[in-house]
Each structure stands twice: as C-alpha cells, then as structure tokens.
C-alpha cells in the first residue's frame, strides 16, 4: 500500500469503528460507499468529506450522551 493513502486510510476505519465497533462487513463498507461517505479508489478505502464531517460530529454526540446519564 502506498504510504501517502495511511492517513485517510487511518480515517475511514476510524469512522467504522466508531459507527459499528468490531462488527465490520465488506457489505457494510459497500453501504458506506453508495452513501457517499467511503470511497474506493485503487483498492483503498479513503473516507469522503461528509463522511469526514459525520466523524467529527461523532464525539460530541457520544459526549452529550454521557452528559444525559
């Protein structure tokens, strides 16, 4: 893999982990991709914009959660 992709690469198992955790599919990531929010390019997955943004979003959100417990 070229080491100029890792970074992204690094991106998009970020924003499955925290979306699913463990429980990753290839049909899952397919799901992600016609969402627009992986893409595929040469056999690596990168994460897209809107995607990137739904990551950001996503420890704020888990932080309200435990704010409202």
Do not use: I, W
């Not at 080491?3 to 992600?32: C, I, R, W």
Request: include cysteine; charge should be negative.
């Amino acid at each position: 893999m070229d080491t100029s992709y890792l970074p992204a690469f690094d991106q998009a198992m970020q924003f499955l982990y925290e979306k699913h955790g463990n429980a990753l599919s290839e049909d899952l990531v397919q799901a992600y991709c016609v969402q627009g929010l992986l893409s595929e390019a040469d056999g690596v997955l990168t994460l897209t914009d809107r995607g990137r943004a739904m990551l950001r979003k996503a420890p704020v959100a888990r932080q309200l959660r435990q704010l409202q417990l």
